[in-house]
């Protein structure tokens, strides 16, 4: 099979490679909703939500309350 050459101008390139950095942030974004969903689902708390404060003020109690 024959590799397929492009003849792009600048400024096409340009749009080419701001596309694909938006469709790559696109797709990790979605990624992150279904990780999400899915811990959710199977009631699972990922390591990035696990919040560690010391449990001796008040305020660390409601932090851990609402963790």
Request: net charge positive; aromatic share 8%.
């Given at each position: 099979m024959e590799a397929v050459q492009?003849?792009?101008k600048a400024s096409q390139a340009r749009s080419i490679c701001h596309y694909k950095r938006l469709k790559i942030k696109v797709l990790k974004c979605n990624a992150d909703i279904y990780f999400n969903k899915q811990c959710l689902i199977k009631k699972i708390v990922p390591n990035y939500a696990?919040?560690?404060v010391p449990a001796t003020s008040p305020a660390?109690?409601?932090t851990q309350d609402k963790g």
């Amino acid at each position: 099979m024959e590799a397929v050459q492009f003849n792009f101008k600048a400024s096409q390139a340009r749009s080419i490679c701001h596309y694909k950095r938006l469709k790559i942030k696109v797709l990790k974004c979605n990624a992150d909703i279904y990780f999400n969903k899915q811990c959710l689902i199977k009631k699972i708390v990922p390591n990035y939500a696990k919040i560690k404060v010391p449990a001796t003020s008040p305020a660390a109690r409601k932090t851990q309350d609402k963790g």
